[in-house]
């Protein structure tokens, strides 16, 4: 069988679910990690730190080795990082305890960058239309990566007990060790469509371009910072079970997530794209203040959930804003791009978990803190704004 673009996309949509996994699940094991390995908060926040500072590293040095190597050889190579991360996750904890967690986040991390990089930019070259819808089509199924990760994982955990979450690592290292042959067979169609790109230099001098960036860092730390911390949040500060607490609030935020960028993905004709920004910026802030504010589970939960929803179109939208934009930039703005959102990916958890320490451990006080996020992107989509119109 002939392979098209469409067996592209469907790589990419295994890249972005080997995404999900990457980040979403240690942070169901962190309140395990705590136990088993007498870990503080500070500790396991910067679990997440290093997690998404090693992807920040890599987003920032990749660019000019992509284009050096090939993207085909970048997307195997990213794949191999994270199931050989995911695999040291099974074994090192035990033999170096806190360390080995950390040794076994910056080899998966290192994949985690790669793709990042990587897929939206190869989805974007392939010959599809409506790139916006599709762009956030791409991005719902990491949305959909973290329902799997969260349901499966707690599926798991209910028949085989947590204790055995090594045997889980393993299964979910699966995943990207067959998306490397996938990558192997693909069509990889020119990322800028035969034209020159855009010099660096050039590109940093595009205001434009550092908007963008303000955009995309609090895109990564809106989501993140409620996604990182929701496990932790249901079970600590709600007084939750584990299992409903995992359901009610990680699983909840991803299906709403990834529930509000398949909307997007097909009625984007309707509603333009940084309306529907400013609209999820202005919902994310209710999200957050119901969610910190709230005294009753219940209310703090479905805070959790419209989060979900509310961030759902930041990171994609963002990605489709810059390609719109600066269409020449190449390799090197999606880059900067992922640099950006993992500056948020590991900024916004980092916040909340140093803020809910500094409160005694309120996790509340650190999700209320998080607002900054949600409130700089209004500000960004206005400037965005502003400048189109002079």
Request: proline share 5%; charged share 10%.
């Amino acid at each position: 069988m002939k392979l098209s673009y469409n067996h592209t996309i469907y790589a990419g949509y295994l890249g972005y679910i080997t995404q999900a996994i990457v980040n979403n699940f240690a942070p169901l094991l962190f309140l395990t990690f705590a136990r088993q390995f007498g870990l503080g908060l500070d500790r396991i926040a910067l679990i997440t730190t290093v997690n998404f500072s090693v992807q920040l590293l890599v987003d920032l040095t990749s660019a000019r080795l992509i284009d050096r190597i090939g993207y085909r050889v970048s997307a195997v190579a990213a794949h191999v990082f994270a199931a050989a991360g995911l695999c040291s996750l099974a074994v090192l904890p035990y033999a170096l305890s806190y360390t080995g967690i950390l040794i076994s986040v910056v080899l998966y991390a290192v994949g985690g960058g790669l793709i990042e990089v990587l897929v939206s930019p190869i989805v974007e070259a392939c010959p599809t239309k409506k790139k916006e819808a599709a762009m956030s089509l791409l991005h719902s199924f990491y949305c959909w990566g973290h329902v799997a990760v969260i349901l499966l994982s707690t599926l798991f955990f209910r028949l085989a007990g947590i204790g055995h979450w090594r045997c889980l690592a393993l299964i979910w290292a699966v995943v990207p060790l067959f998306n490397c042959f996938f990558f192997l067979a693909v069509p990889i169609y020119p990322i800028t469509k035969g034209a020159a790109p855009m010099p660096i230099r050039s590109l940093l001098r595009r205001r434009a371009f550092w908007v963008l960036m303000l955009v995309m860092v609090c895109a990564g730390a809106s989501e993140q910072a409620m996604s990182q911390w929701a496990s932790a949040f249901a079970e600590s500060a709600l007084h939750i079970p584990k299992a409903a607490g995992d359901l009610a609030g990680p699983c909840a935020f991803a299906v709403a997530m990834g529930t509000a960028r398949t909307l997007y993905g097909k009625f984007a004709d309707a509603l333009p794209l940084k309306k529907a920004m400013t609209a999820g910026a202005g919902l994310c802030i209710c999200a957050y203040l119901l969610a910190a504010l709230s005294r009753n589970p219940v209310p703090a939960l479905v805070g959790c959930a419209v989060c979900g929803f509310s961030v759902g179109i930041f990171w994609p939208g963002t990605f489709s804003i810059a390609a719109l934009r600066l269409p020449a930039a190449g390799t090197a703005m999606y880059a900067f791009m992922a640099l950006a959102g993992d500056v948020g990916c590991s900024g916004g958890p980092t916040l909340v978990g140093f803020v809910a320490n500094g409160f005694g451990g309120n996790l509340k006080a650190g999700l209320l803190a998080a607002l900054v996020f949600p409130v700089c992107i209004l500000i960004g989509i206005r400037l965005l704004k502003a400048e189109r119109a002079e």
